[in-house]
């Protein structure tokens, strides 16, 4: 049996994520995250004061990870967490004022990012890459 890295879609994506990860670390390090964090604040800007729990089902990530890069960011200053009203086994994890002020500089991190990452491609082939990529994504989810 033969293997042809340059054949194999998981050779390739994982690849193309790290050359994804290191330019966009590059990028948002001046704003004091890094690209484990990134992820996180994400979900975070979209919607604040979600549980861990939540966070875990949208991010794909294991457990301890998640709760390892929450203490971080905590200790960093871009969460706080508080207990849930209704149930005080859940925390909900809020963004500081210095994760708030950060996200419009880092949203542009991400977006020079891309244009780079694509720049090779035509509009029609970049919205083709997009598409593709999120149908993987979503066969990999069902799986």
Do not use: C
């Amino acid at each position: 049996m033969t293997f042809d890295k340059d054949s194999s879609a998981g050779y390739l994506v994982n690849h193309m994520a790290r050359l994804f990860a290191k330019g966009l670390q590059d990028r948002i390090a001046p704003l004091g995250i890094v690209i484990g964090q990134f992820p996180i604040l994400l979900e975070l800007w979209e919607k604040d004061g979600v549980s861990q729990r939540d966070l875990l089902v949208r991010l794909d990530i294991e457990q301890a990870t998640l709760a390892n890069t929450l203490n971080r960011m905590e200790r960093d200053g871009l969460i706080k967490r508080t207990k849930d009203e209704a149930d005080a086994r859940v925390q909900k994890i809020w963004l500081t004022a210095k994760a708030v002020e950060i996200k419009a500089q880092a949203y542009q991190s991400a977006n020079d990012q891309n244009a780079v990452a694509l720049a090779d491609l035509d509009a029609a082939e970049r919205e083709l890459f997009l598409s593709l990529t999120r149908r993987v994504i979503g066969a990999m989810r069902s799986d």
